[in-house]
């Protein structure tokens, strides 16, 4: 064959897919990686600066998201939930009160409501008390005479008896803590009443202002109505009361008068039993002080 004949030869060469990193798919791959990324570091960033109440309203909201937007929740309105909004007002978007704090509120009120309503009672059962004993009295021929020596009251602290002299009617001998025989019968009396509460007793002696006859001795008033009151705290107990329910026993001479117009009136010479209140009690347990005594300046309600 000659050469004019001969036809040329033409090389073919296919390109194979080796290059094909010079696309554009890994792009697409590598953003969907880093947004991946980016929403896990944001979970955990979330995650912990949340408080375990919001995640769990979070985690009840996802699970069932309707009913928690009806119902409301903590962490479905909370003014520092990350869910805005929500609670038991759809109309408000910036958040409502916590649950918690609502509860917490109602709680404080109860406690409070629950406090006055004891004291309430407790007020109305030494009520109870105080009628029990003047009628007692009352239907007893050999105390009845001597009602007018029993004055009952309701104070801040208790109920308060105080069993006054009379002129010619004293309680004690003169100078004396031996207690005469009608003093000794309405101590008995009032002592087997006390049993049918809870609340225990102070007592106090007093003295009126004239000096003792044998103060030169080193025995005055402050002595006097202390071995008075002490006396009185043992007759309470054979009448019947419990031994228990005495935690205070004092002596105050003529510190604290009935009759401040008159403080040699026989009537200042008295023994004073308080049944005390819980909150009294309570004072007088915790730091050993008696809460200041009412003013007498009016006389206190007669028995019967």
């Known amino acids: 064959m000659s050469e004019d004949n001969q036809q040329p030869i033409i090389v ?10 010079h696309g554009g798919a890994w792009k697409i791959a590598y953003a969907d990686f880093v947004t ?20 769990n309203g979070i985690a009840d909201y996802f699970s069932t998201p309707l009913k928690v937007a009806m119902q409301g929740g903590s962490g479905s309105g909370d003014a520092s939930s990350v869910i805005m909004g929500g609670g038991k007002d759809l109309t408000r978007s910036a958040g409502q ?13 109860n406690l409070q409501a629950l406090k006055a309503e004891l004291e309430r009672k407790e007020r109305e059962k ?15 021929p050999s105390l009845g005479q001597y ?11 208790g109920l308060r008896i105080q069993i006054v002299d009379e002129k010619n009617r004293p309680m004690f001998d003169l100078s ?35 000096p003792f006859a044998t103060g030169d001795k080193g025995i005055g008033n402050w002595e006097l ?19 228990g329910k005495v935690i205070r026993v004092v002596g105050q001479a003529s510190t604290v008068l009935f009759d401040k117009q008159d403080p040699f ?23 050993g002080m008696l809460p200041p005594e009412p003013k007498e300046a009016a006389p206190a309600e007669k028995a019967g």
Do not use: C
């Open 176 to 210: 004396s803590s031996d207690v005469k025989p009608y003093m000794r019968d309405i101590l008995r009396e009032i002592g087997r009443a006390f049993n049918d509460v809870d609340n225990r007793i102070a007592l106090s002696g007093h003295t009126d202002a004239k």
């Open 12 to 21: 073919k060469r296919i390109k194979k897919g080796g290059g094909g990193h």
């Open 126 to 140: 030494l009520g109870e008390l105080k009628d029990r004993i003047e009628k007692a009295i009352e239907a007893n």
């Open 97 to 109: 009160v916590k649950q918690g704090e609502i509860k917490a509120e109602k709680k404080t009120v």
């Open 147 to 157: 009602k007018k020596q029993l004055l009952l009251d309701i104070t801040n602290e």
């Open 36 to 55: 991946a990324m980016m929403a896990f570091f944001l979970l955990m960033w979330l995650l912990g600066s949340t408080a375990k109440g919001d995640l």
């Open 225 to 243: 109505s202390a071995s008075r009151a002490n006396a009185s705290r043992r007759e309470l107990i054979a009448g019947g009361m419990a031994e």
């Open 265 to 287: 009136n026989p009537q200042n010479r008295r023994i004073g039993i308080v049944v005390l209140n819980k909150k009294t009690e309570e004072a007088i347990l915790a730091d």
